[in-house]
């Protein structure tokens, strides 16, 4: 695994815990990019995120047919893109996805959609099944430039402060 990545071990539960440390962590300009395959927990992360952000329970629609959600909430502006549906990358202009990048933090699912237009400093979410247990994911987090990469090493350690041992 790369220096600055970190593979986590989590339950549904758990994963929706790893959001708290996150959320601390956000700030203006990031693109947070959520991978995996469909059903992985891509959308369910990303409520739980939008929701410790607000610190508060929010209504978070998946943005599937949508394609792009925007939460103005005390804090910042998130936008919640879902990209699974574009067939070429230059269909986000249509969705603001410029004017999200330096408006907020980005939440992208399906980020491959964006190809080169995929911002270089980002942090990437990796979500898998377990191959244990269905209902377990591991979560890899990697950052990519100087900011993200120390959150992803400070959510990393918050997550290993709070499992089991």
Do not use: C
Not at 7 to 12: H, M, Y
């Amino acid at each position: 695994m790369p220096e600055g990545s970190y593979r986590i071990a989590v339950s549904e539960r758990g994963l929706q815990g790893l959001a708290s440390p996150l959320a601390n962590g956000l700030f203006e300009g990031l693109v947070v990019a959520l991978w995996g395959d469909l059903g992985a927990g891509k959308t369910t992360f990303a409520r739980a995120l939008i929701a410790a952000v607000a610190g508060r329970p929010v209504e978070v629609p998946s943005p599937t047919f949508t394609l792009v959600q925007t939460y103005d909430l005390a804090s910042l502006r998130i936008w919640h893109f879902d990209l699974y549906r574009l067939s070429h990358a230059d269909e986000v202009d249509e969705l603001g996805w410029d004017e999200a990048i330096g408006d907020g933090v980005v939440l992208v699912e399906w980020p491959d959609r964006l190809g080169t237009r995929l911002p270089a400093a980002r942090l990437d979410v990796g979500l898998e099944f377990s191959d244990e247990d269905t209902s377990a994911r591991a979560v890899t987090l990697r950052g990519h430039g100087i900011a993200a990469s120390a959150l992803a090493d400070a959510v990393a350690q918050a997550a290993r402060e709070t499992s089991p041992s």
